[in-house]
DNA sequence: TTGAAAGCGCTAACAG
DNA sequence: CTGTTAGCGCTTTCAA
């Protein structure tokens, strides 16, 4: 029958051994909002004797309390988690970037969210009303397409939640970017090409993958230009995906024997470490030797940029710290009220060199 | 002064444009009580006029109403969210594993929270009490040291949060383990091999990386034992990293010219495809040629498998899945109360033949 | 078929 | 220094 002796009638939301203030607060005798304030770790010496909050804290670190995160979420109207959205979180670059970002958030008292946006035509609607209804304090974008970017600020506006674009060329007006520094390191790997004594310098990359792709060509484009070296329009590899089946054929039609020697690239910028790699491994398939007769510079300094054949010199992007700079202007938004400005962070990038290059012949 | 006129006096929490529950009843002219059970998507029919229903659900989206999780979560007790605790979080394995996780999280309504495990020494009892306090449902745990995982078993224990380890050896009996089949695609390997007509296969692992390179190397023994296959001990390069700088001198040493041809190995299995990669290179650079002279698998199938020098046969492990039977099996017992058994899951692993095999010499 | 009401565990005013 | 008092927005009985 109703009216039980049984005090714990609860809707079932008690979990085991969970411990609320309240119980510390009967045990200790004071009142919860008393436990509430030392528990939030608020300037000591005020409002709680010392003793008292001795007490309190050893009461609750015998009960074994832990703080309900969303009843502290409700309470006080802020969620302390970011979103990360990305249709790529399965590749090193985005996993990185999330580790950064992660790095800062807990040191924040906050923590990152991944949102699904799987499939190929994910429902993006979908998914970013999840960011509304998660309160998320912030959300970080990577990679995303322009129509994703259009529903991301529908939504992000109507609740005035900031977003940080990570990596993302597309220049935004409306929100902040966190790029890296892509010109600096091709002119980096550029000047130490020329400085080998290069001089017949192609680029290969894959233009469908991603605006970063095409922007890095222009920017090759543009850096040759600067230094007086003429681009056959050959030289300029664009093909369209990351894959070795169709790049090989593309870099394998520019080397293949059959011309005079001295129309053909001595060396190589790309706009990723996997093109990269296939550019050394069809070069070699045709007898040239790299780095001896043909040098090839990777971008984005992936694990497996040390174990390719030969190590590859590439130009190194720091994703852990695009992912940091992201999240901590985000937690200033968070915080400081900040609106979202239309600013950039440029992140340095640089030049590792490994074995992939070596003087012109 | 205060008792002014101005409605909107709250804590601050009011976030622009969120509109409430009751926002709507009061549009409506219903209790926000109907609004909940509408919204909430219940069975139609039952308590609610289908016409009254139509109302609700055409002013929460006309006033583009978003449900709010913490609110959502608090009442009902349940967090709709699963932790995902790693090491190795910016790495290609991690990031699939969690791919796979978010899929089957966010077709039930759950999200994936990546839990912060940063630098050489983490504050593992840190990061397991912020699972607690977040009052997550469930979490996944890959790679992690067997103190951490007493740490956690403990903090998941007191709260019965179930766990789900994913693509870790140490047979635990309390808790469920989702792996995948590395006998099973030894075997693959092995067999594809020994129909190529090899019988001298040597093993490279790294054995601190993880306790998995361990188990495989044992697995190697094994199933070299089932094949009546001797292995000479030097056969096994049982280095301590994943480190270019250390596995190729192992490697090297083995196959340095200076001793008589047929006390070579003519095919490696690895535990690892950079592994593979390493042993790749560091066999041409002695003037093997991959794979007529030497047949190199390797195990993971990294996208840069694709792209190594010849493209990699490897064991592939099916990271995504791993991360959706984890996900499942949480999700499960988050609502069939289901006690964390110490089942185990594995999952099938296969062979991907590329071109770093062929029949031996 | 609907509304009223009681919390969930916590934060934050405010009053002593 | 400390307790009281309101909520936060929602879920969930229970009554009507």
Redesign the pocket.
């Known amino acids: 029958m ?1 009216g039980t002796i049984n005090e714990k009638i ?5 979990r085991a051994g ?1 411990v ?3 119980d510390i ?1 009967r045990r200790v ?6 436990v ?2 030392v ?2 770790g608020r300037q000591s ?6 003793e ?2 001795q007490r309190i804290l050893q009461t609750a670190a015998d009960l074994g ?4 995160d969303m ?2 979420a ?4 802020k969620s302390y988690v970011l979103g990360f959205v990305t249709r790529i979180a399965g590749q090193e670059s985005s996993a990185r970037m999330m580790v950064g970002a992660q790095e800062v958030a807990s040191e924040n008292g906050y923590s990152i969210q991944l949102m699904p946006l799987h499939g190929k035509s994910p429902d993006y609607a979908a998914a970013f009303a999840r960011l509304a209804e998660q309160r998320v304090a912030g959300v970080l974008a990577l990679n995303l397409k322009v129509d994703a970017i259009e529903l991301l600020r529908q939504e992000t506006e109507r609740f005035e939640i900031p977003i940080a674009f990570m990596d993302d060329p597309p220049p935004l007006d409306w929100a902040m970017r966190v790029i890296s520094d892509d010109r600096g390191g091709l002119r980096l790997a550029l000047e130490h090409l020329i400085a080998l004594g290069h001089h017949r310098i192609g680029f290969v990359s894959a233009q469908r993958e991603s605006p970063l792709a095409e922007q890095r060509r222009a920017l090759f484009l543009d850096l040759m230009a600067e230094y007086g070296l003429p681009v056959p329009n050959e030289f300029v590899l664009a093909t369209d995906w990351v894959k070795p089946e169709i790049v090989e054929p593309a870099v394998h039609a520019l080397l293949a024997p059959g011309r005079p020697r001295e129309t053909y690239p001595t060396a190589f910028l790309t706009a990723g470490d996997l093109m990269a790699m296939v550019t050394m491994r069809t070069a070699r398939a045709l007898g040239y030797r790299v780095p001896q007769d043909l040098s090839v510079v990777g971008f984005a300094d992936f694990i497996s940029a040390t174990f390719a054949d030969p190590p590859l010199t590439t130009i190194a992007q720091p994703f852990e710290e695009i992912g940091r700079c992201a999240a901590r202007y985000l937690l200033d938004c968070a915080h400081a009220t900040n609106p979202g400005s239309g600013a950039e962070i440029v992140i340095p990038t640089y030049l590792v060199v490994r074995a992939s290059t070596a003087p012109a012949v």
């Open positions: 109703r609860g809707s079932g939301g008690e969970m609320t203030m309240s607060a005798g004071v009142s919860q909002a008393t509430s304030y528990l939030s010496g005020v409002r709680v004797r010392d008292m909050r309390y832990r703080r309900n009843a502290r409700m309470s006080s109207g």
